[in-house]
């Protein structure tokens, strides 16, 4: 299966390694190929998925001294500051540029920076860059409803769009390097109905052989906190775990 177009992927190493949204492979296309800056097309392999990013990881075969833009760590990053949204689709004889502000930090559970540039998939997949050129993040469609590769696609240019800082991920990274897929974490509990932002966080019921379940949580247990944070509300127990990967270790507090 070939795609109808480029779409945009950020080079990330010298020797090739390029991420971008799980959103531009979610057709599985049998064969990719990578334009390089030189104007050089290549062969490229997907060597591993972030499923809780929603981000792909491919590798351009044979690829050799390419440039490699500087990642703006996290605690660099301003609300309000200049954000520019760059991408490669649809065309591929020029890019897609939106300008915009970073409207917010840590959205989507702690996930994401959120932009008022126009995100669509005319560049998910590319940078969202400050000023100086430095990557604050990687674009991508996402949606605190639903986990799918297009999660998020109806909000295209409404003023709301995504992006995952890489500084925040460079350890999974380097995992996906190695062909690690990267999964979102998971308690393995049910949760009371209650209302998000005032009733407190009650278990329900506890998944057999679950991370909850061997760490001798129970029907009835209140969670207060997670990692020494308050976590006594959904919303609060979402936000302590949104941004963690499975295998991660947590603490957490339950009356």
């Not at 301003?78 to 897609?96: L, Q, S, Y």
């Amino acid at each position: 299966m070939v795609a109808s177009g480029p779409t945009t992927g950020l080079i990330i190493s010298e020797d090739g390694f390029i991420l971008s949204s799980a959103f531009n492979f979610a057709a599985e296309p049998s064969s990719i190929f990578v334009r390089l800056p030189s104007g050089k097309q290549v062969a490229a392999d997907l060597v591993a998925t972030d499923y809780s990013r929603m981000l792909v990881l491919l590798k351009a075969r044979g690829a050799a001294g390419l440039p490699v833009s500087d990642w703006s760590g996290n605690t660099e990053v301003e609300v309000g500051a200049w954000a520019i949204a760059v991408g490669r689709a649809f065309r591929a004889d020029r890019p897609n540029v939106a300008v915009g502000i970073v409207s917010a930090r840590g959205r989507l559970f702690g996930k994401v920076l959120q932009t008022d540039a126009a995100v669509s998939p005319a560049n998910y997949g590319g940078p969202l860059i400050d000023i100086y050129g430095r990557v604050l993040g990687i674009l991508v469609p996402m949606s605190p409803e639903s986990t799918s590769q297009s999660a998020g696609l109806q909000w295209y240019d409404s003023g709301v769009g995504f992006a995952v800082p890489l500084s925040s991920i460079t350890e999974r990274i380097e995992r996906m390097k190695l062909g690690e897929d990267q999964q979102p974490g998971r308690l393995g509990v049910g949760l009371l109905k209650a209302n998000p932002f005032e009733d407190p966080v009650t278990v329900a019921t506890v998944r057999a052989d679950s991370p909850a379940a061997s760490a001798g949580l129970l029907a009835g247990d209140q969670i207060v906190e997670v990692n020494q944070q308050p976590a006594a509300t959904l919303t609060r127990l979402r936000y302590a775990l949104g941004p963690l990967y499975a295998g991660e270790t947590v603490a957490i507090t339950v009356l």
